[in-house]
Protein backbone atom coordinates (compact mmCIF):
# COMPACT_ATOMS: atom_id res chain seq x y z
CA UNK A 1 0.00 0.00 0.00
CA UNK A 2 2.27 2.97 -1.60
CA UNK A 3 0.25 5.90 -1.87
CA UNK A 4 1.11 9.32 -1.43
CA UNK A 5 1.35 11.22 2.26
CA UNK A 6 0.56 15.00 2.36
CA UNK A 7 -0.29 15.28 5.94
CA UNK A 8 1.85 17.64 8.24
CA UNK A 9 2.00 19.06 11.62
CA UNK A 10 -1.29 20.64 12.91
CA UNK A 11 -3.42 18.38 10.71
CA UNK A 12 -6.27 16.62 12.00
CA UNK A 13 -6.23 12.72 11.15
CA UNK A 14 -8.48 9.70 11.72
CA UNK A 15 -6.30 6.90 12.79
CA UNK A 16 -6.57 3.51 10.43
CA UNK A 17 -5.96 0.30 10.78
CA UNK A 18 -2.49 -0.59 9.48
CA UNK A 19 -2.18 -3.53 11.24
CA UNK A 20 -2.27 -6.05 8.24
CA UNK A 21 1.05 -4.38 6.90
CA UNK A 22 3.83 -5.87 6.38
CA UNK A 23 6.11 -2.41 5.73
CA UNK A 24 4.29 -0.43 8.37
CA UNK A 25 6.70 2.50 9.47
CA UNK A 26 7.99 1.32 13.35
CA UNK A 27 5.76 -1.51 14.29
CA UNK A 28 1.98 -1.71 14.62
CA UNK A 29 1.52 -3.82 17.99
CA UNK A 30 -1.26 -4.98 19.75
CA UNK A 31 -2.71 -1.74 21.83
CA UNK A 32 -2.70 0.50 18.55
CA UNK A 33 -6.01 -1.09 17.41
CA UNK A 34 -7.79 0.12 20.30
CA UNK A 35 -7.38 3.93 18.57
CA UNK A 36 -8.53 2.77 15.57
CA UNK A 37 -11.15 5.58 14.58
CA UNK A 38 -9.89 8.02 17.02
CA UNK A 39 -8.88 11.34 15.71
CA UNK A 40 -6.17 13.39 16.52
CA UNK A 41 -3.41 16.28 15.72
CA UNK A 42 -0.22 15.59 14.38
CA UNK A 43 2.57 16.76 16.18
CA UNK A 44 5.70 15.84 15.12
CA UNK A 45 6.95 14.05 11.27
CA UNK A 46 9.92 11.88 10.98
CA UNK A 47 11.23 9.98 8.21
CA UNK A 48 11.56 10.47 4.71
CA UNK A 49 9.71 9.80 1.16
CA UNK A 50 6.47 7.10 1.35
CA UNK A 51 8.41 5.93 4.78
CA UNK A 52 7.12 8.27 7.26
CA UNK A 53 5.70 8.14 10.77
CA UNK A 54 4.51 10.73 13.30
CA UNK A 55 3.11 11.08 16.50
CA UNK A 56 0.06 12.09 17.65
CA UNK A 57 -2.17 14.76 20.46
CA UNK A 58 -2.33 12.96 23.77
CA UNK A 59 -4.63 10.51 24.45
CA UNK A 60 -3.80 8.86 21.14
CA UNK A 61 -1.58 6.23 22.78
CA UNK A 62 1.62 7.73 22.20
CA UNK A 63 2.53 5.44 19.48
CA UNK A 64 4.27 6.00 16.28
CA UNK A 65 1.92 5.92 13.31
CA UNK A 66 2.91 5.67 9.69
CA UNK A 67 1.42 8.17 7.72
CA UNK A 68 0.05 5.96 4.93
CA UNK A 69 -2.65 5.00 7.65
CA UNK A 70 -3.85 8.50 8.76
CA UNK A 71 -6.80 10.05 7.24
CA UNK A 72 -7.08 13.68 7.03
CA UNK A 73 -10.40 15.32 8.58
CA UNK A 74 -12.29 18.08 8.01
CA UNK A 75 -11.67 20.75 10.58
CA UNK A 76 -15.30 20.66 11.23
CA UNK A 77 -15.68 16.82 12.32
CA UNK A 78 -13.26 17.66 15.49
CA UNK A 79 -15.36 19.49 17.93
CA UNK A 80 -13.49 19.40 21.09
CA UNK A 81 -15.49 18.99 24.41
CA UNK A 82 -15.01 21.77 27.04
CA UNK A 83 -12.25 20.39 28.31
CA UNK A 84 -10.21 20.17 24.55
CA UNK A 85 -10.25 16.00 24.82
CA UNK A 86 -11.06 14.77 21.04
CA UNK A 87 -13.87 13.30 20.95
CA UNK A 88 -14.42 9.57 20.20
CA UNK A 89 -16.11 8.86 16.78
CA UNK A 90 -19.71 8.93 16.72
CA UNK A 91 -21.71 5.53 16.62
CA UNK A 92 -22.99 7.28 13.13
CA UNK A 93 -19.29 7.53 12.14
CA UNK A 94 -18.46 4.09 13.44
CA UNK A 95 -21.87 2.52 10.65
CA UNK A 96 -20.82 4.99 7.68
CA UNK A 97 -17.09 3.42 8.06
CA UNK A 98 -18.09 0.11 8.18
CA UNK A 99 -20.90 0.50 5.69
CA UNK A 100 -18.19 1.82 2.92
CA UNK A 101 -15.69 -0.75 4.16
CA UNK A 102 -17.60 -3.68 3.97
CA UNK A 103 -20.67 -2.77 1.76
CA UNK A 104 -24.12 -2.63 4.12
CA UNK A 105 -24.55 -3.07 7.76
CA UNK A 106 -27.21 -5.63 9.72
CA UNK A 107 -28.73 -4.60 12.98
CA UNK A 108 -26.84 -7.86 14.18
CA UNK A 109 -23.37 -6.33 12.53
CA UNK A 110 -23.97 -3.33 14.01
CA UNK A 111 -24.55 -4.99 17.75
CA UNK A 112 -21.72 -7.26 17.33
CA UNK A 113 -19.04 -5.11 15.71
CA UNK A 114 -19.86 -1.65 16.57
CA UNK A 115 -22.16 -1.92 19.78
CA UNK A 116 -24.67 0.02 18.21
CA UNK A 117 -27.95 -1.72 19.56
CA UNK A 118 -31.00 0.75 17.49
CA UNK A 119 -29.16 0.34 14.19
CA UNK A 120 -32.94 1.89 12.40
CA UNK A 121 -32.48 4.98 14.54
CA UNK A 122 -29.16 6.10 13.71
CA UNK A 123 -29.91 5.21 10.32
CA UNK A 124 -33.22 7.42 10.42
CA UNK A 125 -30.57 10.11 12.17
CA UNK A 126 -28.43 9.60 9.02
CA UNK A 127 -31.14 10.24 6.62
CA UNK A 128 -32.61 13.31 8.40
CA UNK A 129 -28.86 14.84 7.88
CA UNK A 130 -28.97 13.95 4.23
CA UNK A 131 -26.78 10.95 3.57
CA UNK A 132 -28.76 8.80 1.23
CA UNK A 133 -29.08 5.38 2.63
CA UNK A 134 -30.79 2.21 1.16
CA UNK A 135 -32.35 -0.51 2.68
CA UNK A 136 -32.92 -4.31 1.61
CA UNK A 137 -34.60 -7.42 2.93
CA UNK A 138 -32.54 -9.80 2.79
CA UNK A 139 -33.38 -13.53 3.54
CA UNK A 140 -31.31 -15.88 6.23
CA UNK A 141 -31.95 -19.09 7.89
CA UNK A 142 -32.28 -18.89 11.64
CA UNK A 143 -30.99 -21.92 14.19
CA UNK A 144 -33.98 -24.38 12.95
CA UNK A 145 -33.82 -23.83 9.25
CA UNK A 146 -35.94 -21.41 8.29
CA UNK A 147 -35.85 -18.29 6.36
CA UNK A 148 -36.24 -15.34 7.84
CA UNK A 149 -36.13 -11.37 6.63
CA UNK A 150 -33.79 -9.04 8.00
CA UNK A 151 -32.99 -5.22 7.06
CA UNK A 152 -29.80 -4.41 5.31
CA UNK A 153 -28.72 -0.73 5.02
CA UNK A 154 -25.97 0.45 2.76
CA UNK A 155 -25.03 3.55 0.89
CA UNK A 156 -26.76 5.00 -1.93
CA UNK A 157 -24.56 7.82 -2.78
CA UNK A 158 -22.98 11.00 -1.23
CA UNK A 159 -24.26 13.07 1.21
CA UNK A 160 -26.17 16.05 -0.35
Same mark, same amino acid.
Given at each position: ??? +? @? &?? =? /??? #???????? %???????????????????????????????????????????????????? +? @? &?? =? /??? #???????? %?????????????????????????????????????????????????????????????????????????
Amino acid at each position: MEK +K @V &EL =K /VGD #KVRILDGS %KEDNYYGEWVDGMSDFVGMVGTITEIFGSGTRRGCFLSKGCGGYNYDLRYLQ +K @V &EE =K /VEE #KAESGVDH %KPTQNTRILDYMQEFGGITQLEALRDLGVMRLASRISDMRRLGYDIESETVPVKNRWGETCYIKKYKLGGDKE
